[in-house]
Structures are given as structure tokens and as C-alpha cells.
């Protein structure tokens, strides 16, 4: 029987109640005119929500979406309203392009530094990933957008996520695992769970009748839908009975006419088949609400994060904020300088729009006068960097030919910006795939995908290769695929690249520029920055790593910055003591250079606005108000130290589950302090931020648990 509020199932046949039970695409979930359920679209969204439509048509993948920093960074604030503001930002990017349901927030813990998903997660703590992960949900679900929080449970490691099994206890799991995802279901009222990969207690996720049902929906009673990560779904009749609602991606899985042979055989009841349809249909209502209203886009809203995400963790003699007034050079060293990572690797990642860099921002921000030399350092990317959209001022022409080289009508279309094109269902008399375009040179331009290239320079075949690879390694662990490189040495070339299609299939390639063999050059780098830093007032160096090493599919291989960046920072704090050292990082790195040098700022994947919000904190026009949400050796959790300083003492006479401080800024600057609590075991009980101006005092109020 249908709840009253509920359209009647008994419309529907078996098979097509289970049809609903299994995705129609990579993100679309199917329709039923007779139960009024719309057909529904889903979206990645950590840092933003692509617009999906863009991919269904030539042209390069989605439509620039202005990525937030990284969750890391998120947790750095320990703000839940920014945690619900860019929530509710996600969701309008939803409205906006057709989404129904954004897979996130992840609510996974930071436990492994060398984990290749570090950044995707909140914070260590599980109650600083609960009370932000909590406002995440009410801030997607307030644009009415369904969040789907994810990876229930144990994904917290990338190598052989697959098959690996995590053994938890009741005290890691009740104790910290399941805390987060408690919180968004009873607290925030999330709409769908994704279940993980992994396997807990020797039993797959999708298959966990212990957690998902027994937990998940009878204790919690979680209403919603839950989803499978894609692709992890691997038997029928377990994971029908386990509570796994949904099964993505599709139109293929072990459901479908098997689950059909599985009911009418007894070893599914129809019932089962009946509750999940009936969740699906009460996310089709939820997310369908046409009273709902589309949240503006909150501008200033990613500059804002990054700036109280930034945390200051040492600052010798007050170098930063630097006092431009009386500085006449400045030498700004490192790869991050010009092109920071603003977002890890994976499936989180959106195109988005061309970014200022720190080098520019900080240029824009100095005084007239002052000297800034900009300065490569050493290379932390192996694989090709991004094609900047200056180089090729004329955009692109992007189409389809049959095999007689005759343009396919309805192909055509110009790309201004944007080096991956991709066409997701090619025609089937389409032979080749064809991009033009004017670019300056000298380059060294990289094309890359799989398959049969042709690249014409002026009008003259310079290669004529085939890429190959396991298609399947690359799909599984989020690598780059392999790419040719093709010199372009003239301005204004005329560069024509073809690739062989397969009609019927998808088709997809990128582009982007390998640096000429002198700016590789660790040695010669290092011996430049030196010299700078030696004839500067300040020398500011950024590190960090990238998304070749940070990324979903893999773990890093090891814990350290890449390439030569430590011997970097080592040679040029020693020729100038007035050294900065910005990381651009989403996990915790050694830092054996770190009481050498006068500060150390970490700033995490700090999305679209990183380069403003760089120039502003180190110029002293926004305060670093972040306190890492993990350990980073040797800083404890929860550690920042900003601009200002601080007194805080709690009131005698507290008690209870209601702990009072009084909190005063002692020092010159307006601040942000974050006051925790902590249990006898380390973990946090409660905490609380405060703004005060200079000598401003207030009271802090935090609730904690009874025990702690």
C-alpha cells in the first residue's frame, strides 16, 4: 500500500517499478508519466555544478562554473553560515542548469595525510565535519536541490577503493565514522546517501544491511533515497535487500531484468521493490517544488572562503601583512605564482573561467614603485599545463566530418574558450572530429586522448599519431591520458587537429603546452631565485602540489612536496631571511624548511578567487582566518595565529553542557578567533568564532556534550 500522500504503484508492472530502479545515463535518473515522477539529473558539486547540457552538444565539456575553494579550505573557516552559504550557492548553480541532485557534501574524514582525496574532505574531527557538513545539506536543499552526502562509509583511502576492506570497531565506527552522516540525516534533513565503494567489516557497502538499513533508514529513519556510487553496485538480490534504493550509473547493473527474475523467484519481495520507488518518488516531489526560489550567487562569496580559509602557522617578527609602504622589491618565486592550483583532481573538478593569478593580483595590489619580479622557481607539473585562452586569441572551430572530409550538417560551432571538446554520442556517418585554430607561438602544444591524431601546422601534416592506453586504469584511477606534443614555433599558426571517431560512441580529446626545456630546468631555476631573493626586500615563495598528485582514483606516493620545491625554499631562506613561504596544498605536507624562513602561510585549493584573495591577505586587506581542520606536522589541529592577539578565560561557575569564555582581542587589528572545546580524548566538544574589533571584549557560549 502507497502512504496517502503517495501515488498508487498498483499502476505500474513489475518491470517497469524496477526500470525505475537503475539510472538511464551517466546522470540522469528515469521518468514515469503515470506516477507524475519527472525524469531527474544529477551533478558532481564540492566546488560547483557543471552545467550538464553543455556536454550534449560540440564544444568543449560544460559551461565555466566558478569553482569555491576546496572543502579542505572550507573546514579551515569552522564557519557552519560560509559552510551554508556555499551550500546554497551549489544549489542555485543547480537550479540553474537542470540539476535535481548534487552528490555532495562528502562527509568522509581527513585520516590519511597521503589520501588521494584529502582535499575533498572537511576536517579531521568528526563533529567540525558534522556541524559544517549539516549546514552543506540545508544550504543545497534550501535552493530545492537534493544532497546526496557521501561516502557512507569508510571511504577514506583512493588505492583499491574498489576492493578494500576497512575493519572498524564500534568506537571508530559509532565513535567517529558514522558521527558526520548522523548529523546530516537527523540535523540537516538530506534527501539521498551515496553508499561507497568499500567494503566494512568484510561486507560491500552497497550490500551492508547492518548499516543501511538497520542504521541508516530504521534507527536514523532516514527517509530518502539511497544512491550507489557509480558503478559499485555488484550483485542483485544482496544489495536489493540491503536498502540500496538506487543504482548509477545506467542503463546497465546487475538490477534490471535480474531484480525482475528475483522478486517473481522469492528472494526479493516485491515490497522491498515498492519502498524504493516510493523514495524515488518523494525526491522527484521534493526536488520539483516549483514554490521554491533560485538564490542569487552570492558574489564575493568564494574570496571571502579563501581569505578564512588561509591559516597563518608561523609569522616571525610580524612580516605579514607586508608593510608596502616601505617596500621597494619584492621577488614572488614559484610555479603557484602564475598558475596555482585552484581545485584538485577527479570527479569534483568544473572548467572554470580564465583566473587571476597571484602575481597579477599582488602586482595590481602594491603600491606605485614597488618592484615585482616574477619568477618560475622549479617545476611541480609533469604532465601538460592548462592552454591559456590569450594564446589563442581566435578561440576555436569545432565540428564533424564524414568519411569523405565533408562537414556533417548541424556540427559546426565555435568554442571562444576552453582546451577539452568532447562529443558525447558521435553520428554514425562521422569519421573525424576537427578543430581549428590560430595560436602564438613558440609553444610546445600537447594533444591529448586516445586514438588515431593528425595535426596540420599551416597547412603541412608535422604528426600523425596513435595514443593508446588501458581505458579501463584510466576510468578507474582518474589519470590523464597519454599525449603527443607538436612544437609551434610562428605567431599566428594555423593549427588543424584531426581524430578518427567511432560513430555510435563517445569521442573526446584535450589540449595544452608542455614549458620549453630551459624553464624545466630545476638547477637554473633554483640559481635565478636566489639571485632575486639576494637583491630584494622580500622574497615570497609558493609550493605546492597539484592535481597529478592530489586526485580522486589514487593515493600519493609519497608525503612530500614534488620535484625539487623543498631545495627551493631551503636556498632562497638562505639568501634572504626575509622570507614568505605560501602553500598552495589540500593535504598536510612535511615542512622541513618552516623555522628557517620568517612565515608560513598554508592556503589550501583556494578555487576561482585564490589569486585576489592571496594579494589580500598578504597585503594585510583581509585577515587569514582559517585554523586547520587536520594536524599538519608539526601543527596541531585547530592551530592559526592571524593578525591580532588574543585573551580568552573561562568563567568560573560553567558546568553543565553550556561552557562560557570571555574573549578578548588584545591586539591593534580587527580578528576572528575560533574557541574549542575539546574531550579528555583530543577530539573537538564544541566551538564557537567571534569578531572582535582592537580591544573589544565579548562573551562565547559553546555547547558541549555532558561528558566532555
Not at 272 to 299: A, F, M, Y
Not at 427 to 445: K, Q, S
Request: glycine share 14%; hydrophobic share 40%; proline share 10%.
Amino acid at each position: 500500500m502507497s502512504p496517502p500522500d503517495e501515488p498508487s504503484l498498483d499502476v505500474l508492472p513489475l518491470e517497469d517499478k524496477v526500470a525505475l530502479l537503475t539510472g538511464t545515463g551517466m546522470w540522469t535518473l528515469r521518468g514515469e508519466p503515470r506516477l507524475g515522477l519527472p525524469a531527474l539529473m544529477c551533478a558532481n558539486g564540492p566546488v560547483g555544478v557543471p552545467d550538464l547540457a553543455g556536454r550534449e552538444v560540440v564544444g568543449p565539456a560544460g559551461t565555466p562554473v566558478a569553482p569555491l575553494p576546496c572543502p579542505a579550505a572550507l573546514g579551515a573557516t569552522w564557519d557552519p553560515e560560509l559552510a551554508w552559504r556555499a551550500g546554497r550557492r551549489l544549489g542555485a548553480q543547480a537550479r540553474r542548469a537542470g540539476v535535481h541532485m548534487v552528490l555532495a557534501p562528502g562527509l568522509d574524514l581527513q585520516a590519511d595525510p597521503l589520501a588521494g582525496r584529502h582535499f575533498e574532505c572537511l576536517g579531521a574531527d568528526p563533529l567540525l565535519v558534522a556541524r559544517l557538513g549539516v549546514a552543506l545539506v540545508r544550504g543545497i536543499q534550501s535552493s530545492g536541490v537534493a544532497a546526496c552526502v557521501k561516502h557512507f562509509v569508510g571511504n577514506e583511502a583512493e588505492d583499491g577503493r574498489y576492493t578494500r576492506d576497512v575493519p572498524a570497531g564500534d568506537e571508530l565506527l559509532r565513535g567517529r565514522w558514522l558521527r558526520p552522516f548522523e548529523a546530516a540525516v537527523r540535523e540537516g534533513g538530506a534527501w539521498a546517501v551515496m553508499a561507497a565503494y568499500n567494503s566494512v567489516n568484510g561486507t560491500r557497502m552497497t550490500e551492508h544491511t547492518g548499516l543501511l538499513r538497520d542504521v541508516l533508514k530504521d534507527e536514523w529513519g532516514f527517509d530518502g533515497v539511497v544512491v550507489s556510487d557509480w558503478g559499485a553496485t555488484v550483485s542483485t538480490v544482496d544489495s536489493a535487500l540491503a536498502g540500496l534504493d538506487l543504482v548509477m550509473p545506467g542503463p546497465w547493473g546487475p538490477w534490471g531484468d535480474a531484480l525482475v527474475d528475483a522478486v517473481r523467484e522469492g528472494f526479493v519481495p516485491e515490497s522491498e521493490i515498492d519502498d524504493k520507488v516510493v523514495r524515488l518518488l518523494r525526491l522527484g516531489r521534493r526536488v520539483t517544488d516549483p514554490s521554491t526560489p533560485v538564490p542569487g550567487e552570492d558574489p564575493g562569496l568564494g574570496r571571502l572562503i579563501a581569505t578564512r580559509s588561509f591559516v597563518l602557522l608561523t609569522n616571525r617578527n610580524e612580516i605579514l601583512p607586508l608593510d608596502a609602504g616601505r617596500i621597494r622589491s619584492i621577488a614572488l618565486i614559484g610555479e603557484p605564482a602564475t598558475t596555482p592550483c585552484l581545485q584538485g583532481g577527479g570527479s569534483s573538478e568544473v572548467a572554470g573561467p580564465p583566473a587571476v593569478s597571484p602575481a597579477t593580483a599582488l602586482a595590481a595590489g602594491l603600491p606605485h614603485g614597488v618592484d615585482l619580479r616574477v619568477l618560475g622557481g622549479v617545476p611541480i607539473r609533469t604532465e601538460p599545463r592548462p592552454l591559456p585562452e590569450a594564446w589563442t586569441p581566435g578561440g576555436f572551430r569545432v565540428g564533424l566530418r564524414d568519411a569523405d572530409g565533408a562537414p556533417l550538417e548541424g556540427s559546426e560551432g565555435h568554442a571562444p574558450a576552453g582546451t577539452e571538446f568532447a562529443w558525447p554520442v558521435v553520428p554514425a556517418n562521422a569519421a573525424e572530429a576537427v578543430v581549428t585554430f590560430t595560436m602564438d607561438g613558440p609553444r610546445d602544444l600537447a594533444v591529448a586522448g586516445l586514438g588515431l591524431f593528425s595535426v596540420a601546422v599551416d597547412g603541412t601534416t608535422v604528426a600523425d599519431t596513435e595514443l593508446t592506453a588501458d581505458l579501463a586504469a584510466l576510468l578507474a584511477g582518474f589519470r590523464r591520458p597519454p599525449y603527443f606534443t607538436v612544437p609551434i614555433r610562428g605567431n599566428g599558426a594555423r593549427v588543424e587537429i584531426r581524430h578518427v571517431v567511432s560513430p555510435g560512441g563517445p569521442a573526446a580529446f584535450g589540449l595544452g603546452h608542455c614549458p620549453p626545456p630551459a624553464e624545466g630546468d630545476p638547477g637554473a631555476g633554483i640559481a635565478a631565485a636566489v639571485r632575486a631573493a639576494h637583491s630584494t626586500d622580500i622574497a615570497i615563495v609558493m609550493v605546492g602540489t597539484c592535481a597529478e598528485q592530489e586526485t580522486e582514483g589514487r593515493d600519493r606516493t609519497f608525503p612530500g612536496l614534488p620535484g625539487r620545491q623543498d631545495e627551493l625554499v631551503a636556498a632562497v631562506a638562505a639568501a634572504n631571511p626575509r622570507t614568505v613561504v605560501v602553500v598552495n596544498a589540500g593535504a598536510p605536507i612535511p615542512m622541513p624548511w618552516a623555522g628557517d624562513v620568517a612565515a608560513v602561510l598554508w592556503t589550501w585549493f583556494g578555487g576561482q578567487e585564490y589569486g585576489p584573495a592571496l594579494a589580500d591577505v598578504l597585503l594585510g586587506a583581509a585577515e587569514p582566518g582559517g585554523r586547520l581542520p587536520c594536524p599538519i606536522p608539526p601543527f596541531r589541529l585547530g592551530h592559526g595565529l592571524g593578525y591580532t592577539t588574543w585573551a580568552c578565560t573561562e568563567t568560573p561557575g560553567g558546568g553543565g553542557t553550556v561552557r562560557r569564555f570571555w574573549v578578548t582581542n588584545t591586539g591593534a587589528r580587527p580578528g576572528r578567533e575560533v574557541v574549542r572545546c575539546h574531550t579528555a580524548t583530543g577530539d573537538v566538544a564544541g566551538f564557537a568564532a567571534v569578531e572582535l574589533r582592537p580591544g573589544e571584549r565579548r562573551e562565547v557560549m559553546i555547547e558541549v556534550p555532558r561528558d566532555a
